[in-house]
């Protein structure tokens, strides 16, 4: 079963920029259609962004044009490339794969404030 670890989050003011990245356990990472989610404080955790083994990719409105997601299946890694970050993208983020197994790691902080 794949395990996923985010890491790269921190505190940024609006208009930064942040690269988040997930190092997958298991082989099984390449076949996955892996996925970036967030939660915000008080509200319930929402699909952030998507690409399949073959390379389609898709966005939330919310952040459509500002985010790209990335994998390099060579590394069972995959990224969130965050541009022109807004406070409304404070949030822990976390990625899976889409549908979601059961392992959800412990997720990485972004913080957008000035």
């Known amino acids: 079963q794949v395990q996923f670890v985010e890491s790269g989050g921190g505190l940024k003011q609006p208009g930064g920029s942040l690269r988040l990245a997930c190092a997958a356990s298991?082989?099984?990472?390449?076949?996955?259609?892996v996925a970036w989610y967030r939660q915000a404080p008080g509200k319930q955790r929402e699909l952030v962004a998507t690409?399949?083994?073959?390379?389609?990719?898709d966005y939330s409105n919310s952040v459509r044009g500002r985010f790209t997601i990335a994998r390099d299946n060579a590394k069972n890694t995959a990224y969130l490339q965050m541009n022109a970050l807004k406070p409304d993208d404070t949030a822990v983020y976390y990625c899976?794969?889409?549908?979601?197994?059961?392992?959800w790691g412990q997720g990485t902080q972004v913080t957008v404030s000035t």
């Open positions: 298991g082989s099984a990472f390449r076949t996955l259609t």
């Open positions: 690409r399949t083994p073959s390379g389609t990719t």
């Open positions: 899976n794969a889409n549908p979601p197994t059961d392992h």
